[in-house]
């Protein structure tokens, strides 16, 4: 059993920064860590995930060049960086770990979720 903690959402303008931090109550090493979020009325989506081998994997077209994932220097703990943040961003963002990244997108089976931390950004 992992559990996982998102913290750093919040309110901000377009064009803002956030940065989210998921916290386990394991070392990360050996796990692949995925970003997913679910804006009101949609389904969960994954964003970007990083693999066990730091294999970094976007799903979502939209944050490229935007968003990084990245393992924090804490190894139980792993950063997804928003910059140039949209209205179209805004939805409550899920970290969620597995043995291995999801292969497509809309695939999100992986193995435990956090309860997720609120990004709302206005225009």
């Known amino acids: 059993q992992v559990q996982l903690v998102e913290s750093g959402g919040g309110l901000v303008q377009s064009g803002d920064s956030l940065r989210l931090s998921c916290t386990a109550s394991?070392?990360?090493?050996?796990?692949?860590i995925g970003w997913f979020r679910q804006a009101p009325g949609k389904e969960r989506e994954g964003v970007v995930c990083?693999?066990?081998?730091?294999?970094?994997?976007y799903y979502v077209e939209s944050v490229k060049g935007r968003f990084t994932i990245s393992r924090a220097n804490a190894r139980n703990t792993v950063a997804l960086q928003m910059n140039s943040l949209k209205p179209e961003d805004t939805a409550v963002y899920y970290c969620?770990?597995?043995?291995?990244?999801?292969?497509?997108?809309?695939?999100?089976?992986?193995?435990?979720w956090g309860k997720g931390t609120r990004v709302s950004v206005s225009s």
């Open positions: 969620a770990v597995a043995w291995g990244c999801p292969g497509l997108p809309g695939d999100n089976n992986m193995d435990y």
């Open positions: 394991v070392t990360l090493d050996y796990y692949a």
């Open positions: 990083i693999s066990s081998s730091d294999i970094i994997q």
